[in-house]
Nanobody, 119 residues
Framework: QVQLVESGGGSVQTGGSLRLSCAAS????????MGWYRQVPGKQRELVAM???????HYVDDAQGRFTITRDNANTTVALDLRSLRPEDTGVYYC?????????????WGQGTQVTVSS
């Protein structure tokens, strides 16, 4: 299966920028999509952005225009550039891939990286 290792994150003030990176290894040929989720205490993990095989990209409304997701064609890295950050962007960001194994699509997760935006 795919393994994911994240890097980046940290603490910034409102309006600042950060870059999150995620390196994939293992059965990367099975990857169908790569993206990022965010989780805050007491809430479910929520999608932020996803890049699908073939080039389609999806952003949630709050990320549109401020965040940019990029991935390489070899399925080895996915990055998320965060700009114009707000306190409500604070949370743990998880790298995610959708891996197709046979007829079953699995979600694989990184370990999470903390992003803290102070006002």
């Amino acid at each position: 299966q795919v393994q994911l290792v994240e890097s980046g994150g940290g603490s910034v003030q409102t309006g600042g920028s950060l870059r999150l990176s995620c390196a994939a290894s293992g059965t990367i040929s099975r990857i169908k999509a790569m993206g990022w989720y965010r989780q805050v205490p007491g809430k479910q993990r929520e999608l932020v952005a996803m890049a699908y095989n073939g080039g389609r990209v999806h952003y949630v409304d709050d990320a549109q225009g401020r965040f940019t997701i990029t991935r390489d064609n070899a399925n080895t890295t996915v990055a998320l550039d965060l700009r114009s950050l707000r306190p409500e962007d604070t949370g743990v960001y998880y790298c995610n891939v959708q891996e197709l194994e046979g007829d079953i699509m699995y979600n694989r997760w990184g370990q999470g990286t903390q992003v803290t935006v102070s006002s």
